[in-house]
């Protein structure tokens, strides 16, 4: 071999070395959700969105290795636990039950979460302001906003005396959002039934359950799994034309009627920034939790149409979208 050739190969060699180191070398960052990848699609992409904000992008500068429960909460605490023994920087994780699954599992591995509740009642933090530990992150505040829900739902059906809740009975935050309701409904002079549904084959079931009992009107709490499920939970609710309000532009989007809530895109890209100071050197205890500051109420007239439901005029003025 001749000696430039040499000297190229070594080059070469040490350029391939220090590829390889650098690749090695990328933070590894754990992400833990309680849902499927197919449907956190557009929350995921906003999570990349905050991340890349701070400098870190998949598979250039940061490694993200997913952990998908796919609707089964109780996979949670086994994936958390494989999660931690790959010792990551740090671990996002997506929904109520998946921050609770991975903080159970590691007292030191930071955690950033974006989910639902209120995560001091959760025990997941210490408070909103100084989070404590190694645990902050980002909160949608779905169940604290379903008086607001209930006023809007009202507004839509004022004659509606028997409301409907649905809910997820494995889902915690939901069942005690459905006892909240009963008990504001009972001040206001409202019914309000807990209907139960934990699977897409429970649906049918409810449904007739809830025209048996003459539900006038239907709000259907936080669930990462009810949201999953929003398509075959809009199809089966269609027939019976019950005025419904949802926690999530998700399920306008697929054909319901009216959602109002947090910004979901909003409140992950602000997760994936957290975890980008995180992977920076900024301390979970530090960063205190971050809470909405945008709220959007979506009304789709086209689906109002089909189902023969007028929607008030004020209402309509308050919609920050309205889908015709």
């Given at each position: 071999m001749k000696r430039r050739e040499f000297v190229v190969g070594l080059i070469g060699a040490s350029f391939a070395s220090r590829s390889a180191y650098a690749q090695s070398a990328m933070p590894v960052l754990g992400y833990l959700s309680s849902r499927s990848r197919a449907d956190v699609i557009?929350?995921?992409?906003?999570?990349?969105?905050?991340?890349?904000?701070t400098g870190y992008v998949d598979g250039t500068t940061v490694t993200i290795e997913y952990c998908w429960a796919e609707g089964r909460y109780e996979e949670l605490p086994r994936l958390a636990a494989e999660l931690v023994e790959?010792?990551?920087?740090v671990i996002a994780t997506n929904g109520n039950v998946a921050a609770i699954a991975a903080k159970a599992a590691t007292s030191t591995i930071p955690i950033v979460f974006a989910a639902g509740g209120n995560p001091v009642s959760l025990g997941l933090v210490a408070s909103l302001?100084?989070?404590?530990?190694?645990?902050?992150g980002v909160t949608h505040l779905i169940a604290e906003l379903s008086g607001k829900r209930l006023e809007l739902l009202r507004e839509l059906a004022p004659k509606a005396v028997r409301i409907g809740v649905l809910v997820n009975p494995n889902y915690p935050a939901g069942?005690?959002?459905?006892g909240e309701l009963q008990?504001?409904?009972q001040a206001l002079g409202l019914t309000i039934h807990v209907l139960n549904a934990a699977a897409e084959s429970?649906?049918?079931?409810?449904?007739?359950?809830?025209?048996?009992q003459h539900i006038e009107a239907l709000l259907v709490a936080g669930d990462p799994l009810l949201i999953d499920l929003r398509e075959a939970l809009v199809r089966t609710a269609a027939p019976y034309a019950i005025p419904a309000i949802y926690v999530t532009r998700d399920f306008v989007e697929a054909g319901g009627l009216m959602s109002y809530g947090a910004s979901i895109g909003d409140s992950y890209r602000k997760a994936g920034a957290y975890a980008g100071q995180i992977l920076k050197g900024a301390k979970p205890a530090d960063l205190p939790v971050l809470q909405p500051t945008k709220f959007?109420?979506?009304i789709n007239l086209k689906t109002a149409?089909?189902?023969?439901?007028?929607?008030p005029l004020t209402l309509q003025a308050q919609a920050d979208e309205v889908i015709e």
């Open positions: 557009a929350p995921l992409q906003e999570f990349q969105r905050g991340l890349a904000e790959r010792r990551p920087a302001g100084q989070p404590g530990g190694n645990v902050t069942v005690a959002e459905g008990a504001r409904g429970d649906f049918a079931a409810v449904f007739a359950v809830a025209a048996a959007e109420l979506v149409k089909a189902l023969g439901i007028a929607v």
